[in-house]
């Protein structure tokens, strides 16, 4: 089979790296125009309909369902198309983010994820769609996932059923430097309420109950537990709503926080401990507690090695050069809900440069993302995404052997519960 000739395969590859270029204007409008216009998590309409827009008028082909699942996710899926007719066809995922974030616009460019993925996606289609010989069929399916900033659309469509059937999953994302694997957190955010009672700071303070001395003793108890924590594990959080007049005993007052911890086995110990600070604050004060935890936790990002080797080869081919600085490797960075997808499906989720060294979340960044400088480097990493996705699709063995580390990796976090503390996780229960 002609396939297993590596000049071929090369050609292959080739061919996706002209199909990117050839729309490359297309796709910087695309950007462009969700970078223009940036929604904050689940309300990214005009973002979700610009995309659908692009595989609809502007691609052929391609089956699209608007308001997929969730009011703005999508979903743009192409065959499945090649292959002899005696194998089960491939379906390849790309995942686009389109989510801005408040006050300051793209900050973490995910315009450049919705293009990437795009752009990836139309890469592959077309080289599969002309190779007459293509030894697999196969099925590309994009998937617009939104509120990556907030509340986690990816986990709502795991919930959903959007990911079944999917046999690898890619997407890149902005950063400062190019790396197929930054250790990702797993994460659980709790918004804290306290209740007390208003009266006259000045005239009858003994009638009152302080709600903002709860939030007070909440904030410093957590500061406290801080120092008994592992030390890659984070805590923090503000006074999001904190009274509203010095001469009122405040009657309600709101705190948010983020837990953090390396491994999702650590979260139900982190909440455990977080809720002695916050509960005890109340009993202390003698307000009324409720604490609302959000409804997704994420987890950490799974490793894939075979996917991500395949990425850096295919990344250096392209003149990527990966990030050797251990203070960056190691180090825990943010969290995505692509740690979800990382538990089920075999993926991955790798950095890239953007030709700036702003720092994401800063509104120099929100500038990097919508430069045109940012285009070349965009568009490089869907290319790397692509031939990834080729290699995969040419090679059942690799497919196989991700499929395998998945299943290792899954084993090896349940194998691990609770180790890195030593104590048992608590049992989740239905809080109000
Ligand atoms: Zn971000
Ligand atoms: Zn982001």
Redesign the pocket.
């Known amino acids: 089979m002609g396939m297993a000739n590596n000049a071929v395969f090369q050609e292959l590859k080739h061919k996706v790296g002209d199909v990117i270029d050839g729309a490359q204007d297309r796709l910087h409008r695309l950007s462009t125009d969700i970078w223009s216009c940036p929604e904050t998590a689940e309300q990214e309409y005009k973002s979700h309909d610009r995309l659908v827009a692009f595989f609809e008028q502007e691609e052929t082909g391609w089956t699209v369902d608007s308001h997929y699942k969730l009011a703005t996710a999508f979903r743009a899926t192409w065959g499945p198309a090649g292959g002899t007719g005696d194998n089960d066809s491939i379906h390849v995922g790309f995942l686009c ?1 389109y989510d801005a974030l408040p006050g300051i616009g793209h900050a ?3 315009n450049l994820i919705a293009e990437l993925g795009a752009a990836a996606a139309i890469g592959l289609k077309a080289v599969v769609e002309s190779t007459p010989d293509f030894p697999v069929a196969v099925q590309v399916t994009v998937l617009g996932t939104p509120a ?2 907030d509340e986690g659309g990816k986990i709502d469509l795991i919930r959903e059923g959007a990911f079944d059937g999917l046999d690898v999953v890619f997407m890149a ?1 902005p950063s400062q430097e190019d790396a197929s694997w930054l250790p990702d957190m797993a994460v659980q955010s709790v918004k804290v309420r306290y209740h007390g009672k208003e009266t006259h700071a000045a005239a009858y303070p003994w009638k009152g109950v302080n709600a903002l001395d709860a939030a007070v003793l909440a904030y410093n108890s957590v500061s406290v537990l801080r120092q008994q924590l592992k030390p890659d594990w984070r805590i923090h959080g503000i006074i999001s709503h904190g009274g509203v007049k010095p001469n009122i005993i405040p009657a309600y007052t709101e705190l948010e926080y983020y837990l953090r911890a390396p491994a999702r086995k650590d979260i139900p110990i982190f909440k455990a401990k977080a809720e002695m600070c916050f509960r005890s604050a109340a009993v202390a004060t003698g307000c009324e507690v409720e604490l609302e935890f959000a409804r997704n936790v994420f987890h950490n990002v799974l490793r894939n090695p075979t996917l991500l080797r395949l990425y850096e080869l295919n990344g250096e081919a392209l003149g990527m050069e990966f990030t050797t600085d251990e203070e960056v490797l190691t180090n825990p960075s943010g969290s ?1 809900d692509f740690g979800n997808v990382s538990f089920i499906v075999p993926g991955i989720h790798p950095y890239f440069y953007i030709g700036s060294n702003a720092l ?1 979340h800063t509104e120099k960044y929100t500038e990097a993302a919508g430069d045109h400088k940012a285009q070349f480097y965009t568009l490089r990493a869907a290319k790397a995404l692509a031939m990834t996705a080729l290699d995969v699709l040419l090679c059942p063995e690799l497919l196989q052997m991700a499929r395998n580390e998945l299943k290792e990796a899954n084993l090896k976090e349940e194998q691990t519960l609770g180790m890195s503390t030593g104590e048992k996780p608590v049992e989740e229960e239905a809080r109000p």
């Open positions: 983010e973490c460019g995910h990556e900033e994302h995505t994401n």
